[in-house]
């Protein structure tokens, strides 16, 4: 067995090419092309007759094969984000958009890319509000984003409701805000409550807003949740108009406060988009 030690860090784990696949996958490498190069790296240092190795020589030698490999760009992607980890920044991406653009989906495979283990979903602090927070009390926030509008009292329409219950769920995701900041820690928060202007993104964190405009395209993202999830498509299909005018209304807020909108066309690319764009602000912050 092959053990990895870290001087900085004083720890010895056992070499894992898992665990290098995800580093290089970070630098935007596709899964399959990581895994070979991960295990070429293992075959280089089993041919050294390595017992102990460091994780600058992984380093070194992944950077090396990735550029063999033709893979300059990649290449230094990967430094970047291997020294961005060591010097153990916090960071928080919050993603925004309406019911199906593909913000968790997106959420989850940017937490795999950045190895972070939390993610928060606002519809979860809505939840939870519900439970505290009596119907009779605070009725917008029973219902859905895009339903929100029949529990208003006096005139107003689907944007007032839907801004109602966006403020009312800001509070608990405020709360978890502060809370990340406050223990330095690594968080991705997705949910269609994330509006620019209603929350302002602190220290190291940033802001997406996902859409789909094309309402055929919309259409489809509803049926395939459907296959694994119990959300209905029909229920959504049935209020699409609602759910478009909260998409412009979102993403006129996002252009208003500066925020990147990303067309969720394909996911692949979506994700390639924020993680380029991520490391470009960072690069700048740091
Ligand atoms: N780029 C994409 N191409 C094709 N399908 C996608 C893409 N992104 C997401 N999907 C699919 O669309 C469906 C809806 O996505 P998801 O559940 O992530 O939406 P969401 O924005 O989190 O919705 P909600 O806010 O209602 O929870 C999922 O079945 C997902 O697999
Ligand atoms: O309010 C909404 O638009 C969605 C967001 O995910 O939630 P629900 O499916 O519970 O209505």
Request: no cysteine; aromatic share 8%.
């Amino acid at each position: 067995m092959m053990v990895v030690i870290d001087p900085e860090k004083k720890i010895q784990l056992p070499f894992s090419r898992g665990i290098l696949t995800r580093s290089i996958t970070l630098a935007g490498v596709d899964v399959g092309t990581a895994y070979v190069i991960a295990h070429e790296v293992q075959m280089e240092l089993i041919r050294r007759r390595k017992r102990f190795v460091s994780t600058e020589e992984i380093r070194e030698l992944t950077y090396k094969k990735l550029l063999e490999h033709g893979l300059k760009k990649e290449a230094e992607r990967y430094l970047f984000w291997r020294e961005f980890k060591r010097k153990k920044i916090p960071l928080v991406v919050l993603l925004g958009g309406v019911t199906g653009v593909g913000k968790s989906t997106i959420a989850t495979e940017l937490a795999f890319r950045l190895s972070i283990r939390t993610i928060i979903g606002t519809d979860t602090v809505r939840e939870v509000m519900r439970k505290i927070i009596a119907k009779e009390l605070l009725p917008d926030l029973h219902a859905s984003s895009f339903m929100a509008w029949r529990t208003l009292k006096g005139s107003g329409g689907i944007i007032e409701g839907f801004e109602n219950q966006v403020r009312h769920v800001s509070v608990g995701v405020k709360a978890v805000l502060d809370r990340a900041q406050r223990e330095g820690m690594n968080a991705i928060i997705e949910g269609i409550h994330l509006v620019p202007g209603f929350i302002e993104p602190g220290e190291n964190t940033f802001m997406y807003v996902l859409a789909v405009s094309d309402r055929k395209v919309l259409e489809s993202h509803f049926y395939e949740r459907s296959r694994y999830s119990k959300r209905p498509a029909e229920y959504y299909i049935k209020h699409l108009e609602e759910i478009l005018l909260l998409q412009d209304y979102i993403v006129e807020k996002a252009r208003e406060h500066g925020v990147k909108v990303i067309e969720n066309v394909e996911l692949e690319k979506t994700v390639e988009e924020i993680m380029e764009d991520l490391m470009n602000r960072l690069r700048e912050a740091l």
